[in-house]
């Protein structure tokens, strides 16, 4: 029920098709980020009209509230907040990784305060299956340890060494493989060897697909780079290839340059919530709070037909965000979102028509050249 097909490949670009119980959707591909079962001012409906096939949610949230067992018993996660496609979940890992000064790490697991009431908790790779498979989700992420891109080789070998065991005891908690997919996570730094004995272990391992955690984490952009010029090869070449937490539209052609298949960010919607539209056009982004749009009649990008395209001017957003109307906000999510799928729907054609280096070559020019507003 669960599994990726490879159709196309340009280069080492790859295009395919991925399979689940709720749906199918195409690769490459962006995943909206739902952390509360929400994507930020967005519903579902819009969600799809943006050209959304597949998104995420977070386990570490959920299972603080409403509580994953609340969801089950109101019929699952697909049901619960009205999403009918496929849906991602998270580890939590992450969530525990940027609680660092409240958390308490040992090979059981990590035990921590919460944010919202400070009440002890404890979570572990047996713990994080059971959320996700209780939750309903289609793809459950292998609980991990992530660590900070600051620490030194050794530190960060120690990391993976418990990441890898982590992994083994996540695939053994599995109880509904029928339901939902698993995916394992390789971490290991900016170190080359580390990654190389992470995309070994974690590539023979029965997972159904192969994530790269670890990387947007405080590291330099350049050492990312390098990382994603080899590492995503190092996977299987018949197991969708999944890179968390990246990025821009930069960030995203240069991973399918180097074989990776699968993205999420909060970068779209973030931006919109703070009026910054992501355009085609000389500048890659406009932020709309500045003094020059106050009277723009233009739409916010001619080449999209979102609705804010569509309907509203720049001014009128612009007038928007300075009386702090929602309507704002939430205009400027669902633009960068269209954006964003619209861009994976571009490579997805170029790798299908031979023309991917082409795109590549428009994206990364426009990415960096003129003056962002």
């Known amino acids: 029920m669960h599994n990726w097909v490879q159709t196309h490949q340009d280069g080492t670009a790859r295009a395919g098709i991925f399979t689940t119980p709720h749906g199918q959707f195409e690769t490459p591909n962006f995943m909206p980020v739902g952390t509360k079962a929400s994507v930020k001012g967005v519903d579902v409906e819009r969600l799809a009209q943006c050209g959304t096939q597949i998104t995420l949610v977070n386990t570490y949230h959920l299972w603080l509230r409403p509580g994953h067992e609340l969801i089950e018993t109101l019929g699952g996660i697909h049901k619960f907040c009205g999403w009918k496609g496929p849906i991602l979940s998270d580890s939590g890992g992450f969530q525990v990784f940027s609680l660092q000064d409240r958390r308490k790490l040992d090979e ?26 209780s939750l309903g989700v289609d793809i459950a992420m292998a609980f991990d340890e992530c660590p900070s891109g600051d620490l030194p080789h050794e530190a960060v070998e120690s990391s ?88 821009t539209p930069a960030d995203i052609v240069e991973a399918v340059k180097n074989g990776v298949d699968l993205f999420d960010c909060v970068m779209p919607t973030r931006a919109g919530r703070f009026g910054r539209a992501f355009i085609n056009g000389p500048e890659p982004t406009i932020n709309l709070k500045n003094l020059r749009f106050v009277t723009d009649q233009e739409p916010l990008d001619s080449c999209c037909e979102c609705i804010a395209c569509r309907r509203y001017s720049r001014a009128y ?46 994206i990364w020019g426009r990415c960096n050249s003129g003056t962002q507003a």
């Not at 059981?108 to 959320?131: C, N, T, Y």
């Not at 493989?177 to 060897?193: H, Y």
């Open 108 to 133: 059981s697991g990590v035990e921590f305060r919460s944010h919202i009431d400070g009440a002890k908790m404890f979570l572990s790779p047996e713990v994080s299956i059971g959320i996700q498979e």
């Open 160 to 247: 993976l060494e418990l990441t890898l065991r982590w992994a083994g005891r996540s695939i053994a908690a599995r109880k509904k493989p029928e339901q939902t997919a698993l995916f394992g996570i390789t971490q290991g730094g900016v170190f080359k060897d580390l990654r190389t004995r992470a995309a070994e272990q974690i590539g023979a391992m029965e997972f159904s697909g192969c994530a790269i955690g670890g990387l947007s984490v405080g590291e330099r952009k350049d050492l990312m780079y390098d990382v994603l010029s080899y590492h995503p090869q190092q996977l299987p070449a018949d197991k969708i290839r999944y890179l968390m937490g990246v990025g």
């Open 317 to 362: 957003i612009s007038h928007l965000f300075r009386v702090s109307e929602m309507l704002g906000p939430q205009l400027l999510s669902i633009h960068n979102l269209t954006h964003y799928l619209g861009l994976m729907a571009k490579i997805r054609a170029s790798v299908l028509a031979g023309t991917f280096e082409e795109l590549y070559g428009e």
